[in-house]
């Protein structure tokens, strides 16, 4: 069974900094392209940011500069760093892991950012 755990989401003020991690389990998780997506009140989901299998990363334009992806292939746990965060930001923020042929999502969790 495939789980991906998210945690860390809450309420923050603007130009504050929140971390995200996602616990992914009954995944081989060194084979999986790890992302976290966000879907905001009325809009589409979006990528936020993603590290491959082996370790190379992309940002979503909005985030470049204030937001870091890591993971850690002995824990099977992926993050997201995010500083300055401005009230754009405020979305439910999703784990997701992908493979050529498999992808699974987290339950997601909020983050606010609100003064």
């Known amino acids: 069974q495939v789980q991906l755990v998210e945690s860390g989401g809450g309420l923050v003020q603007p130009g504050g900094s929140l971390r995200l991690s996602c616990a992914a389990s009954?995944?081989?998780?060194?084979?999986?392209?790890m992302g976290w997506y966000r879907q905001a009140p009325g809009k589409q989901r979006e990528l936020v940011a993603l590290?491959?299998?082996?370790?190379?990363?992309n940002y979503a334009d909005s985030v470049k500069g204030r937001f870091t992806i890591s993971r850690d292939d002995a824990k099977n746990i992926v993050d997201l760093q995010m500083n300055s965060l401005k009230p754009e930001d405020t979305a439910v923020y999703y784990c997701?892991?992908?493979?050529?042929?498999?992808?699974?999502w987290g339950q997601g969790t909020q983050i606010t950012v609100s003064s």
């Open positions: 590290i491959t299998s082996l370790g190379g990363t």
């Open positions: 997701n892991a992908k493979t050529t042929w498999r992808e699974y």
């Open positions: 009954g995944i081989i998780f060194s084979n999986y392209h």
